[in-house]
C-alpha cells in the first residue's frame, strides 16, 4: 500500500513544481520592484485597469518592443501610445526581459542579457536610498521612483514622448539646455522607428510646428492666444480639451487635460504627417477625429515622396506620375510613401528622353528659374541637363527642376508643367492612342445611344433611395450602395476620417445634404451591425448629429448622417457633451 501512496506523493509533486515554474500570463499589479522582471507572456496593468505595459509585435512585423498601451479599447489591434525600444526591437523574444536593477536602472535584455535600451538613471536615484520602484500609472504615465518616498521621481515615460502626447504629459523646450521634446512619427504602421514627421514647441514664438525629416517646416500652430491656437480654429468650441502654456527658467511647455476624467483620448503625430486629436467612442467602439492639422492631407510635405502626385480627389491620396513605379510597394501598403516612385525605365545620361505633359497641378517645389525665350528654347534648356527632370514655361517665365520632383498635387485646375522621361515610354504611349479617335467616336455613339435610359435609371434608383428604401426601427433607412454612390458622385468630396474610414458629403434628391461614413476594417455580421445601428438611431440628443440610415451589403458598412453645414461633423458629434452621456 505504501507504494501507491509514494507515488500518488511523487506525481503531486511533480504536477506543483511544474505550475510553480510555469510563468504566468500577467503580473496582478501596476508596480515593479527592484531586482524583479518582466517577461515576455507578462504585463502590467495599470489600477484601473487603463493602461498596460509589456512586450508585442506590431501588426505581422518578426521584431518586438516593449510599450504602453491602451488596455481597455477594444479594436481589431492595439493602441500603442509609448515605446521604449523604437530604435533597437529586439529580434528573439525568448528570454528577453525588463529588469529593474536594484541601483535605480531599468533595463530591456535580449536573449543574450545583452541591454537593448535602459533608463540609466542609477545616478539619479535619491541619496541614501537603497530602493527603487517602477509603477504604470492610470494616465498611461510609466514612473520610476524613490521605494520610500514615491514623492521623489527617478524617470518616467511623460519625460520621453515617442508619437503620442497623453493627458497630464507636456511637450516642452528645456531653457536651460536649448533642447525639445519631441513627438515623432512611427515609420509606417508595422514599425515603430523614428519616421519623417515631428512636432516641437518653439518657446520664442509660443508655437508648435511640424518639420519634415528635421528640416523643412510645412505647419505652425500660430501663436497662442492664452486660449487657442490661432491656426486651429476647432479650439474655440472645445469642451473637452483645456489646454494651458506654462514657462519658467528651466523649460516652457504646454499642459493639456480634459474635463471629463472618464473620456479616453490622444493626441498622436501621426504617420500620415498630421497631428490629430481623437476621443474614443465606446458606442461605435472606435476612435473619433475631434481635429487635425493640416486639415488637407496633400498640404503635408513631401507625403508622396519624389515623383509622387497627391490627390484630394479620392482614396489613397497617393500615385506614382506615369512612367513612374513604387520605389518599395510593400513600405506603400504600410502607408508609408515617403520613398515615393522611381523610373519604370531606368535611364543613364545618355539616353534619349522626351517629356509627359502634366496640366492642372499644383507644381514641384524648388523651381530654378532660366532666362529663355519661349517654351521651345525652355525645353532645350531642360534637355542640355542630364540633371533636368522636368520644366515649365508660362507667364512667369522658364522654370525647371533638377533632381527630385516633390509636393506635386493634383487639382481640379492649376498650372501645367513637363516631366522628363523614357523615350521608349513616350512612344508606346503614342502608339496605343492612334486608334484613340475611332475608339472616341464609337464611345460617343454608344453614349448618345444608351444615354436616356441610364437617365431613367439613374432617376428611378434615386427616387427610391428616398422614397422607397427599407425603414428600421426609428425610422432609418436602408440604402444600397449604388444609392450612395450616385449621392457622393462616387465619394468624391471627403470631409475627413476617423479610425475605421473616411466621411464624404452627399445630396439625396430632394437637394438633402448628407454625410456618409464608409465603415473599414468592421467585421460584424449584417444582423450585428443591424441591431447596433438600431440602437444609435434611437439615441436622441440636441447636440448630436443624427444617423438618417445606413447600407449594408456584402462586405460594405456604411452609415448615413445629416449634413452640418459651417462646422465640421466631429465638432457637433462632441460638442457641449460627453461620452458617457451617449
Known amino acids: 500500500m505504501r507504494r501507491p501512496t509514494l507515488f500518488l506523493l511523487l506525481c503531486f509533486a511533480l504536477l506543483f513544481l511544474t505550475i510553480s515554474l510555469k510563468p504566468l500570463p500577467c503580473i496582478a499589479t501596476d508596480t515593479l520592484q527592484a531586482g524583479q522582471s518582466l517577461l515576455p507572456n507578462q504585463t502590467l496593468i495599470s489600477k484601473q485597469g487603463n493602461f498596460a505595459l ?105 519625460d520621453h514622448p515617442t508619437d503620442t502626447w497623453l493627458p497630464g504629459g507636456k511637450i516642452a523646450y528645456n531653457n536651460l539646455t536649448k533642447t525639445a521634446q519631441k513627438l515623432v512619427s512611427w515609420k509606417n504602421s508595422e514599425d515603430p522607428s523614428p519616421g519623417l514627421f515631428s512636432l516641437e514647441l518653439k518657446p520664442d514664438t509660443k508655437e508648435y510646428v511640424i518639420m519634415w525629416n528635421g528640416s523643412e517646416r510645412f505647419w505652425t500652430s500660430g501663436p497662442w492666444n492664452g486660449q487657442i491656437f490661432s491656426a486651429v480654429p476647432e479650439m474655440r468650441n472645445n469642451y473637452i480639451y483645456n ?46 477625429l475631434f481635429w487635425v492639422q493640416p486639415r488637407q492631407q496633400c498640404e503635408v510635405y513631401s507625403l508622396c515622396g519624389p515623383f509622387g502626385v497627391c490627390s484630394e480627389s479620392g482614396l489613397p491620396f497617393c500615385k506614382c506620375m506615369e512612367g513612374f513605379t513604387e520605389r518599395s510597394p510593400r513600405d506603400w501598403n504600410l502607408s508609408d510613401t515617403s520613398g515615393g516612385c522611381v523610373e519604370e525605365t531606368p535611364l543613364r ?10 496640366s492642372n497641378v499644383r507644381l ?134 476617423g479610425a475605421f474610414g473616411s466621411v464624404f458629403k452627399g445630396t439625396l434628391s430632394d437637394s438633402t445634404l448628407i454625410a456618409v461614413k464608409k465603415l473599414e476594417g468592421v467585421t460584424q455580421g449584417e444582423k450585428q451591425f443591424r441591431t447596433e445601428v438600431s440602437t444609435i438611431g434611437t439615441i436622441q440628443h440636441v447636440n448630436l448629429v443624427r444617423l438618417r440610415g445606413f447600407c ?31
Open 364 to 497: 514641384p517645389i524648388k523651381p530654378v528659374t532660366l532666362a529663355a525665350a519661349s517654351d521651345e528654347n525652355c525645353r532645350q534648356a531642360c534637355s542640355s541637363n542630364c540633371s533636368c527632370t522636368a520644366y515649365a514655361y508660362g507667364s512667369n517665365g522658364c522654370s525647371v527642376w533638377l533632381g527630385d520632383l516633390v509636393n506635386v498635387q493634383q487639382r481640379d485646375s492649376g498650372d501645367s508643367f513637363y516631366v522628363r522621361v523614357a523615350a521608349s515610354d513616350v512612344s508606346s504611349s503614342k502608339k496605343g492612342s492612334t486608334s484613340l479617335p475611332l475608339i472616341l467616336g464609337i464611345v460617343a455613339g454608344v453614349a448618345v445611344a444608351v444615354g436616356s435610359v441610364l437617365l431613367l435609371i439613374w432617376r428611378c434608383r434615386v427616387k427610391r433611395s428616398v422614397g422607397t428604401s427599407k425603414a428600421v426601427e426609428g425610422s432609418l433607412v436602408a440604402f444600397t450602395y449604388r444609392d450612395l454612390q450616385i449621392a457622393t458622385k462616387n465619394f468624391s468630396e471627403r470631409l475627413g476620417a
Open 349 to 358: 545620361c545618355g539616353d534619349k528622353r522626351e517629356f509627359r505633359p502634366m
Open 243 to 288: 489646454f494651458s502654456y506654462e514657462s519658467n527658467v528651466n523649460e516652457s511647455y504646454f499642459i493639456y487635460s480634459i474635463y471629463n476624467k472618464s473620456l479616453t483620448t490622444r493626441f498622436v503625430m501621426d504617420l500620415s504627417g498630421q497631428i490629430k486629436q481623437a476621443s474614443w467612442l465606446d458606442n461605435s467602439k472606435e476612435w473619433y
Open 54 to 158: 509589456g512586450f508585442f509585435n506590431p501588426g505581422k512585423s518578426p521584431n518586438s518592443y516593449i510599450g504602453i498601451w491602451y488596455n481597455k479599447v477594444s479594436v481589431q489591434s492595439k493602441t500603442y501610445v509609448w515605446v521604449a525600444n523604437r530604435d533597437n526591437p529586439i529580434k528573439e523574444l525568448p528570454n528577453s526581459e525588463l529588469k529593474l536593477f536594484q541601483n535605480g536602472n531599468l533595463v530591456l535584455l535580449n536573449p543574450s542579457k545583452t541591454p537593448v535600451w535602459g533608463t540609466d538613471s542609477s545616478n539619479s536615484t535619491k541619496p541614501g536610498s537603497n530602493s527603487t520602484k517602477l509603477v504604470l500609472g492610470d494616465d498611461g504615465n510609466l514612473v520610476l521612483s524613490d521605494g520610500s518616498d514615491s514623492n521623489f521621481t527617478i524617470w518616467q515615460s511623460f
Open 552 to 582: 449594408s451589403e456584402g462586405s460594405k458598412r456604411l452609415l448615413v448622417y445629416d449634413y452640418m453645414p459651417n462646422r465640421s461633423l466631429d465638432s457637433h458629434l462632441f460638442l457641449k457633451i460627453t461620452l458617457r452621456q451617449l
